[in-house]
Structures are given as structure tokens and as C-alpha cells.
């Protein structure tokens, strides 16, 4: 790896982190690419090769992963969706449907006991939404979690 792909990756990794981190709040493609020091259109390509995802399906992702721990916390819909920073609850009901395959308010009502008892680092790369190649990924999971 050359020091330009590294110092490529760092500036990525600072974007990354800025959403992890912000999710809740109003974030775009421009604000995040400030942060990693390069045009729009430049991060956006770069983010996807690195990641697998456009920058924008990275934070949505993220949005949902906080969104069903508030739903299991029993958190309600609405609540949970304005608390990650969703304005539309009619957006956010039908991303979380498309990434983790049930609506938020099935996924609130079924019972969540198992992940309550398991170590929360377990229990977060267990319920964390996948999107590509999810069915490898479970069970890649689920193999780390038995070892």
C-alpha cells in the first residue's frame, strides 16, 4: 500500500467516524467530505470502494443499528426514529423494513430476551443490519461468537 492510499484510507476513516458518531444529527455528502478532504463526488466514489456502500447508505445503516436498540429498549416508532435523526417517519419505516426485512413496529413487539443476556459486544455484531451479503455475514458472526 502506497503512503497516498494510506493517508487516503485516514482521511476516509475520519469521515466514517464523524457519522458514526453524529448519526442523530443533520448530516450530508459535502459535510462529510470536508471532513475527509475531498470533493463530493471524489469521497463518494472512494467511500463506496473502500467500504462497500455509498457514504449516505452508511449512515442510514447506522441510523437503523441505534434505531433497534431504541425499539428493543422499548422505545416507540416515532420516538426512536427522531432520536437518530430521521425526519420522515414514512422514510424511516421503509429503510428500516429494506435493511432489516421487518417493519419497525414488528420488530419493537417481538420478544428481544436473548440479546438482552448476551455481552453487549455479541449482541451488537449480532443485530447489526447488513446489507450486502448478509446471510455470509450471520453466520460469519455467529461462528466468531461460538469460538
Known amino acids: ?85 430521521c425526519s420522515s417517519l414514512g422514510s424511516f419505516s421503509s429503510r428500516f423494513a429494506e435493511v432489516v426485512g421487518e417493519t419497525p413496529t414488528a420488530y419493537r413487539s417481538r420478544e428481544h430476551d436473548a440479546v438482552n443476556v448476551m455481552p453487549t459486544c455479541i449482541a451488537k455484531t449480532l443485530t447489526r443490519p447488513m446489507r450486502n451479503n448478509a446471510s455470509s455475514r450471520i453466520g460469519e458472526a455467529a461462528g466468531a461468537a461460538a469460538v
Do not use: N, W
Not at 9 to 27: S, V
Open 1 to 85: 500500500m502506497t503512503p497516498q492510499e494510506i493517508e487516503t484510507l485516514t482521511y476516509l476513516r475520519r469521515a466514517r467516524d464523524l457519522i458514526d458518531r453524529e448519526y442523530a444529527k443533520p448530516l450530508d455528502v459535502p459535510a462529510m467530505a470536508r471532513r475527509a478532504l475531498m470533493s463530493p463526488a471524489h469521497f463518494s466514489r472512494r467511500f463506496h470502494a473502500v467500504y462497500g456502500e455509498t457514504p449516505y447508505s452508511y449512515l442510514m445503516t447506522r441510523r437503523i443499528e441505534r434505531a433497534m436498540a431504541l425499539l428493543r429498549a422499548g422505545a416507540s416508532v416515532t420516538d426512536a426514529c427522531m432520536e437518530v435523526g
